[in-house]
């Protein structure tokens, strides 16, 4: 076996050194689009005139359809500052998102639809009232709090029972026999 070493020119590698930093920099480029967002599908929606709620009697001519653009990725504020796009009609279902462009009353209202959207497909009905209730409890410190071990038992001005029933039922107890 001959090994045989092959030097690169000093034009060689300067053309080397010059591709490979303009590979960086075409990595940064955004060529068109909204950046955040991977895809948009989309989809036909059915759904009838606002004013023919006759679930019974409706007819074909109280229907009408629709097109819905179903985004994959996030970028709330570039796509409401879009101008082809209806900020009336258009919605994200990342919870921070909307708390961090539209504030805690948003996220709080997201809280609730999100909590309807997850229970639909279930034909589970729970009052509108408890949803209020948990939605409420989730964004009343002005910031996002989790209704988790990690988010109810890290809140200092929680009673103990509180805290107990969520997943750390022994080490809340513990604690708080230990500490009064």
């Known amino acids: 076996m001959i090994a ?8 060689e590698w ?14 940064d480029i955004f060529v068109s689009g909204i950046k ?19 679930e019974i009697n409706k007819k074909k001519k109280d229907l009408f359809e629709y097109i819905v653009l179903e985004a994959e990725g996030t970028n709330l504020k570039a796509i409401l ?9 258009s919605y994200s279902n ?7 462009v539209l504030g805690i009353e948003a996220a709080r209202s997201s809280f609730i639809n999100e909590f309807k959207e997850i229970l639909k497909p279930y034909s589970i009905y ?41 997943e750390e039922t022994t080490d809340i107890l513990f604690g708080a026999a230990v500490f009064s």
Request: hydrophobic content about 35%; some cysteine.
């Open 4 to 11: 045989v070493r092959t030097e690169k020119s000093k034009e």
């Open 14 to 27: 300067t053309f080397f050194k010059y591709l490979n930093a303009c590979e960086y920099q075409i990595k």
């Open 36 to 54: 955040g967002i991977k895809t948009v599908k989309t989809s036909k929606r059915v759904i009838m005139a606002p004013e023919s709620k006759d």
């Open 81 to 89: 500052s879009h101008p082809d796009i209806d900020p009336i009609k």
């Open 94 to 100: 990342d919870i921070s998102e909307i708390f961090n």
């Open 126 to 166: 729970v009052n509108h009232r408890h949803l209020s209730v948990l939605a409420d409890w989730m964004s009343t410190r002005g910031s996002l709090t989790a209704i988790n071990r990690n988010g109810i038992n890290r809140v200092r001005d929680v009673s103990i029972l509180r805290k107990a029933s969520f």
